[in-house]
Each structure stands twice: as structure tokens, then as C-alpha cells.
């Protein structure tokens, strides 16, 4: 499974990000698809995961209510809507893949990963 992450970029706290995932190798729609991220000098961190058979996604409190994941699995395609931004959101944002990690929310229990895109919001 190859991962490709896409759509980081500079924004004003405030605004919007939309980040995508793109999937190669397998069809999405058996894996649990999450994103992770990493700011620097800190421990990678989870954000948000969402179940293969589309039940209620997890997500950090911190990005609760702010941020959105979806999944499209005809296009093998998973976004993250960032909203409201904060310059604490700054960070490496890692999409992962798991078949069925072990503890959602712990970065060591996903197998596949993304190489990662730098999200930076300016205050």
C-alpha cells in the first residue's frame, strides 16, 4: 500500500486547509484510514481516524468540532477539512493505513504510511 499526501500549505489562523490522501496498491475500502501529524521537537500525535465499513470517525479532542475526515473509496481517496485553524495545528500531517490497528489512536499500531505535508498556520 502506498500512500501520497497532499494539499499542506501556509495559512492565517482562521482559515481553512483541505488535506488528501491518495491511496495506491490496494482499495481503500477494506482499511481503517487515519492522519497523524508531527510538529516539531513532539512526539507524533493522533488526529483523526475513520473505519473501513464508514462507522463514527475518532478524533483528537483537540481537533474536535474543527476538523472533518471523509473517505471517498471509489477514487481510494481520504480528505481532511481543517477548519478554524490554529498556529498550535502546525505540524507534519501523516495519512495512515491499517487493515485493523490494534489501538486507533497510538501512531506504532498503523502499518502503512504517507510521507507526509507540512500544514504551517501563522497567528
Known amino acids: 500500500v502506498q500512500l501520497q499526501a497532499s494539499g499542506g500549505g501556509l495559512v492565517q489562523a482562521g482559515g481553512s486547509l483541505r488535506l488528501s490522501c491518495a491511496v495506491a496498491?490496494?482499495?481503500?475500502?477494506?482499511?481503517?484510514m487515519g492522519w497523524f501529524r508531527q510538529a516539531p521537537g513532539k512526539e507524533r500525535e493522533f488526529v483523526t481516524a475513520i473505519t473501513w465499513y464508514g462507522g463514527m470517525p475518532y478524533y483528537a479532542d483537540s481537533v474536535r468540532g474543527r476538523f472533518t475526515i471523509s473517505r471517498d473509496n471509489a477514487k481510494n481517496t481520504v480528505h481532511l477539512q481543517m477548519n478554524s485553524l490554529r498556529p498550535e495545528d502546525t505540524a507534519v500531517y501523516y495519512c495512515?493505513?491499517?487493515?485493523?490497528?490494534?489501538?486507533?489512536?497510538?501512531?506504532?499500531?498503523?502499518?502503512?504510511w504517507g510521507q507526509g505535508t507540512q500544514v504551517t498556520v501563522s497567528s
Open positions: 495512515a493505513a491499517d487493515l485493523d490497528p490494534r489501538i486507533v489512536r497510538v501512531s506504532h499500531t498503523w502499518e502503512h
Open positions: 496498491g490496494r482499495t481503500t475500502s477494506n482499511y481503517f
